[in-house]
């Protein structure tokens, strides 16, 4: 049986100064020995990973980091590795020794807070001192969750598990749809795979998959087809589908083989909603318009694959931008957990569908952008903008599409207007996957 993907488990990270006793929380917790216990402090120099089962919440990814009130130049690596955790964080847990308490734990529970993550304050070694009066009023008065601990003999270890499952974020517990939501029970969505290049040998890529285990929870109908079969697919059909879904890069064909009056979009859409902010993106999107030669873009893959010769993100969406602009500009690249603290350089953030993050680390992004000024886009709404469907493409989404023509009603009162959406160049994106 293969594991819950980690992008969709609920991140935990455990954070907290050196040696407060986070790691032997989390060995506490998983009932094995996941990382070093020392009394020397800083034993923990990376961020720590557990997947786990934590009934009756379901998958967890615990996430054990550095204590960071370290010094030095290491120090400094390893509070910036820590760091980087807060932003994928979706319920903290800040582990503090029962007699110490100050401005540095102020600060974890502020960098929560900003970021909207639900905490809860672990006094751990409470058979040596007791946490003060003072810090539980304001803990109770803010309603932040506490418990007392002694991880390293397990005391306390059931009342923490308590306090995860009723901490736990409301858009956790009730996961949102991929898609089953716009085709409900008993109706039927096709999507369309294509087969290539970047396919893995043997498997779907984990958009697909998840799609299509999303459709059977809603007890929706699933077909799947290729781009050359729709049309005889779609023929075959006693009732039109609710919904068909397409890989980026036959948008164009399925868009020419669908009929108007089915909704159509991407997998990358879809994802755009489901990990993201859609609207957000939707209108960062239109940003590609006021491109000009010499702009800087950011292009930001969630995973760290090995690129192929044709890849999306290095090669299809640059040449395209390049086309658009009719002009050169300069790309930075960036994988994984990395994201640049300065995005004040940039013109443009070009994001893929975040398949293998988290909600939170992608909403996280978001805010980043928005906070620094940068207009945000997905692949998915990339591509369709630059084939002249993006309508279309969000026709499933009337927020969205509403929201799509009020910013381009109020762009097009500025002095000078805004550029129409262009189709030029189309044939070379219609490679492009999402």
């Excluded at 100064?17 to 790691?23: H, I, T």
Aim: proline share 6%; charged share 25%; aromatic share 6%.
């Amino acid at each position: 049986m293969q594991s819950t993907p980690k992008s969709m488990r609920l991140h935990i990270g455990l954070f907290g100064r050196r040696n407060a006793g986070k790691s032997s929380l989390l060995n506490a917790i998983t009932r094995q020995q996941v990382s070093i216990v020392s009394d020397f402090a800083g034993t923990t120099t990376d961020p720590v990973e557990k997947p786990m089962e934590l009934l009756p919440l379901g998958p967890v990814l615990f996430i054990d980091t550095a204590g960071i009130d370290d010094m030095g130049a290491l120090g400094e690596l390893r509070i910036k590795k820590t760091r980087q955790v807060f932003d994928r964080t979706d319920l903290g847990v800040l582990v503090a020794e029962a007699g110490t308490w100050g401005a540095f734990e102020e600060e974890i529970l502020r960098a929560l807070s900003e970021r909207n993550a639900p905490a809860i304050v672990v006094f751990n070694k409470t058979d040596v001192a007791r946490p003060p009066d003072a810090v539980i009023e304001m803990l109770n008065t803010q309603k932040v969750r506490w418990v007392q601990t002694v991880a390293s003999e397990g005391r306390g270890i059931q009342e923490f598990r308590q306090a995860l499952l009723d901490a736990a974020p409301e858009d956790f517990v009730n996961n949102p749809a991929i898609l089953g939501d716009l085709v409900g029970p008993g109706e039927m969505a096709v999507l369309v795979v294509p087969i290539d290049k970047e396919a893995p040998k043997g498997r779907l890529i984990l958009p697909q998959v998840q799609s299509i285990r999303d459709l059977l929870d809603s007890d929706a109908f699933c077909m799947v087809v290729k781009e050359r079969e729709l049309r005889c697919a779609l023929d075959r059909l006693k009732t039109p589908p609710k919904l068909v879904v397409t890989d980026s890069q036959a948008f164009l064909k399925v868009a020419a083989d669908v009929p108007d009056d089915i909704p159509l979009t991407s997998f990358s859409i879809l994802f755009a909603r489901f990990r993201g902010d859609l609207t957000t993106q939707v209108i960062g999107t239109m940003a590609i318009d006021r491109l000009r030669a010499g702009d800087r873009i950011l292009i930001a893959e969630s995973c760290s694959h090995h690129p192929i010769s044709d890849d999306i993100g290095r090669v299809k969406i640059p040449r395209w931008l390049t086309q658009y602009v009719g002009g050169k500009l300069h790309f930075d690249h960036v994988q994984g957990h990395d994201f640049p603290e300065n995005l004040q350089e940039y013109k443009l953030v070009i994001h893929c569908g975040a398949c293998m993050t988290n909600r939170r680390a992608m909403l996280s992004r978001i805010l980043h952008c928005k906070q620094a000024g940068v207009p945000v886009s997905n692949y998915g709404l990339t591509i369709a903008y630059s084939l002249g469907i993006f309508e279309r493409a969000l026709q499933p989404f009337p927020a969205a599409l509403e929201a799509y023509h009020a910013e381009k009603t109020r762009l097009a009162g500025r002095p000078g207007g805004m550029p129409p959406e262009s189709n030029s160049g189309a044939s070379d994106y219609v490679c492009i996957r999402s």
